[in-house]
């Protein structure tokens, strides 16, 4: 039916190793995301899977949409059953992540999408979360300014968490370009799988549908000081961070609205447009939106894509970016496969989806 | 079965008169809302109902749940049709109700829930809207200060856009005690009724469910003026307004998150939730939650309740207000209503719940 | 501003006594809404509130939506907290509600609604819920055949399933009119706030959001044998039943697709219109919707209604009912409260609001 | 880091021909789902996409999430912008794609989402579409009996209703094994994408969350007389069918009650268990879940899979299945590849996906 002789070939061989994965936390959200990521990932082979209070069930009970996986059994989330792999992902409650990471060689690449090594600032993480801080990894968010050396060869990687990923890719190229003051407001909504699968009752199905509430209002959400890191770090110099976090009703994706005033010299939309193109112009999971467009998180559902758009309000002189990201891709599990593929030198973009599931 | 000496006698009854209401766009979200609580309000009458391109047909065909109503026939939305009536409430599109107005003697209190009688500034319209102003009727905003007394006695009254309405309430005790700058910073989050029953691509349910989207960025939404002229009335001089609004998938309900830098002379929490309380401790349909709690628009789902709660952010020196409403009830219908009880020297909670309807 | 002359008086006044009200799982769904219901019933006052773990807290805490009672301070469900009113509402897990009722003596009307006193069958009992069956209450669904008349003057009343309510209030007009086979077929689809506040991984946000799932399937449901009582009571003798629910993202609402075979007198769809006009001329909350429209939940969201549809598929040969309901008010507390009406001597319909909160 | 001896060759390299893909109605849901897959497609090159009255504006304004496709201007849907590919797709409304296809040699695979070739009886289409017959083409259920040998090397294919695949696919085992007699019930509730991208008032967004409501119900959905066909064919004598279908707020998915009696012979959950999984040994798309699951749509979210599970109903004497699909996906246009990939003699499988986006 079809005319060979008007075709090209379609395929380029490349014959490469295949990486043996075990991931941790595979029955919770982040798990599941890795896991249906790295489905689709042309060199990995995905090895043991480790849960905490559900080892020794099945996946497909916790993980119904993993066909493929749908009967590998859950061992415990122990360094003897996560040992031998090349890369161990851990999807973990905060404060499990340091001992099991002791326990596995520097041979073995670790990515933590816990906090535990997030926070560089020993007297941040005390602060934030208690107890002994267990270090700083290499960050795992490439975009950042000087972040992508780090993480090529690193056998360590602290991979973000999600706000900070959508807030820091809408304001630091801005905060570098010198456009607006280091005293940023932000709300950022989210949708209910950021506060995994825990069994709280506001939580509840019936009470996120049909429903917009605050929390953590006043700088109380742990993950301000990672931003006050990221855009400080990007910056040179303390930036303030007032954050106020929004629960919504839909399962993945964050808007982040982002705003600063503009400095004395000022700019024009023009000019914030362009800091922003040339900041991204080379980043194959920042998407700067054509001008009038507005990001909306379905568009990234699924996909490793960060959507921004910025603008100027001549009224109120400020800055305005909003970013929108899907909270387990590009702000979990997307972004842990990303600095894995920097970490073992493989494409950035393997087994990353740049497109997402809509409507 | 129950013994009569217990109990006590239920009812004080008062004789009054029966108003007579019109509702002109009844087949509309804001006017099934007024319908909706006018079926309930003890000293009303719903007269005659009409509508633009819903002319002819049955009420029951738009507003399926409003029972009682379902076989109401729409007239035209003419001032002929309107006349007659003690109170006629226009819930049209902007640019209809001048005219309209202009025709409905003095003897009939108009209720305008559109746009065209909000602002005072008649470059401000110009700007916004565009056209002639229409000029400016008493802001339905009772607890505004100052507004009460205005829409006492009225026979015209311009109710709020369903964004100024939380977002006013939300700010302006903070301006009006010297709290914070004047230099404010709103995020808010609406359900999609907020863009009424127009029929565009991105009110579809396919396309809100699952998604979150900014829109009107930058200062370019229509309230913004609206915001300003609240704030800066209270406050005395010209309060800078950044106003950034999201929409989200539920039906109903705006939360807005909002904020200012503190003042040279500061506040800690305490002192902002003390002014706070002082601003609306008389006021029956604002309610500062206790401290710790924060809004979700579901407890306010269908009353004409604004939940608040303030905090201070030490860190980023900012005082950060979050309001929740239910936008077709506080922030148009509920609102409206409250202002004819006013105005006609009606018992101002008649007929307006102050619980939601939850989960 | 109104000339009087043209109103007429718009109240009668009746001096009735109060009726003291203890509510027992207030901190649930369907005490939650039994609360917000009877807030507005004219005739009431609200005593005791109690739960089982949550006593000793606020309710605002669990129903934040309840202003008017956010301060009030739950006791421990105990006959002796429960004493001393005039009606006691049950809302509490099944197994729980004999023993409380036996030490309220009978001049307490008892108002169960759990499933202990639904089941007149005690072999259905065993086999459905196990344990000592609890014996029969007058059962809570006036509409019924023959249940009015039971309910008028009762001192112990069981209400209704959700799903029951809807399926039986759909079916028995056919059956009772012999158009019908007793051989019916029903799914119905529910918002997941049937399932109470049970904290269980499938319930959360993030799982019911944008998934529809069955469960129960099989007639592995609970309310298959009430549903087989109500039907085959009405009918005269046993209707076999095959019933399917299905979990859908709402918080709110029943829509139940039944259908069963015609008779070989068979019938058209407008017999079939007739006979349910027939049964629900004088029901106050049952609605035949007009010829051409087919129910919807969101139309009932909040009121006691029950609205229906009716037709025949000449090609199938069945005739298909679809009712709606919102499962926490007709479905459970605005049932409930129908039901106290009619034991105390109130009017029926007093404090049960017949329009929905749309949209 | 990871040692080459202990890793095997990850790719077998074919050598293949891209094959050339044009999608005439792009910009709408279907258009939208085949572009989504065909990128991951490794074998195809997308061509030309062509739109109604979108013509001339960028993909990106109508599928944001189509990120690598954002710049794609839109063609006229004419059989000129349609020729010179090896495969085109109609995503059209139905009545639109017999006349392109007539312009469309034999040596082009045309592959019709549309309902105008899948009725083979000429009078059926004019019962239920009317117009003139456009004829029948081999019909992409491959999963059908004799389905997928037709399919092979066809030029012409005719993608099913997305509620007939969910349908047959959850029934055609139990008629064939003979375990039910030819008269089934169905009810299936869809998410709002199955209506398209049409701008009525009954889709908007406000109107579908919080709502379930019936359409089409007593046998008056066009799909019907597809669901009788496709059973009919399959079972070899004529089947009732008896269907109503469920509007839910959700995106995406259809979950399929199903049930009939069963036969004199009867059968128990076992027997019924083993047809299916006998039905379904080979098919790398329908997925029979393990014995007390049942099907969510939410794990076959942009997944070309059939989720299903059956059982028996002792007391009704009825078999029950239930399945689950993505109406977008398996439903339409994972479908359409599927057969794509048959005509062209590909592997079945390719650029199909059998995990799904959860949660």
């Given at each position: 039916m079809t005319d060979p002789a008007l075709h090209q070939i379609s395929r380029v061989c490349i014959i490469i190793h295949v990486v043996r994965i075990a991931v941790a936390g595979a029955s919770g959200y982040a798990g599941g995301e890795l896991l249906r990521l790295l489905l689709t990932h042309p060199d990995v082979e995905i090895g043991t899977l480790t849960a905490g209070?559900?080892?020794?069930?099945?996946l497909g009970e916790h993980q119904p949409h993993l066909l493929p996986l749908a009967d590998r059994v859950l061992a415990e989330s122990t360094a003897e059953n996560l040992a031998g792999h090349d890369v161990v992902f851990l999807a973990l409650?905060?404060?499990?992540s340091a001992e099991l990471a002791a326990q596995l060689g520097e041979d073995t690449l670790v990515i933590d999408?816990?906090?535990?090594?997030?926070?560089?600032?020993a007297a941040a993480w005390d602060r934030w979360y208690g107890g002994e801080h267990a270090g700083h990894w290499p960050?795992?968010?490439?975009?950042?300014?000087?972040?992508r050396d780090a993480l090529r060869g690193a056998s360590r990687v602290a991979v973000p968490g999600c706000y900070p990923t959508a807030i820091s890719l809408a304001l630091f190229p801005a905060l570098v370009a010198g456009l607006v003051e280091p005293d940023v407001v932000i709300t950022a909504v989210t949708g209910?799988?950021?506060?995994?699968?825990?069994?709280?009752?506001?939580?509840?199905g019936a009470e996120v549908m049909g429903s917009l509430s605050a929390y953590g209002v006043g700088g109380a959400h742990r993950h301000t000081p990672e931003i006050v890191q990221n855009l400080s770090g990007a910056y040179g110099r303390t930036v303030s961070v007032s954050f106020t976090p929004v629960l919504a009703p839909l399962p993945r994706g964050i808007l982040a609205s982002c705003s600063a005033p503009l400095t004395a010299s000022g700019a024009d939309a023009a000019a914030a447009r362009e800091a922003y193109e040339k900041a991204y112009?080379?980043?194959?999971?920042?998407r700067l939106l054509p001008e009038g467009s507005w990001p909306a998180t379905s568009s990234t559902l699924g996909s490793n894509v960060a959507a921004l758009q910025v603008t100027v309000d001549p009224d109120a002189r400020r800055l305005i970016v909003v970013a929108a990201i899907d909270n387990l891709t590009k702000g979990t599990a997307g972004g842990a496969i990303q600095c894995m593929n920097l970490a073992l030198g493989?494409?950035?973009?393997?087994?990353?989806?740049?497109t997402g599931v809509a409507p």
């Open positions: 209070g559900n080892a020794g069930t099945a409650p905060h404060g499990r999408c816990g906090a535990d090594h997030r926070l560089s600032d960050y795992g968010l490439p975009e950042l300014p000087g972040a209910t799988s950021g506060a995994g699968k825990a069994l709280k009752p506001h939580l509840l112009a080379d980043e194959p999971f920042v493989l494409p950035e973009t393997s087994g990353l989806p740049t």
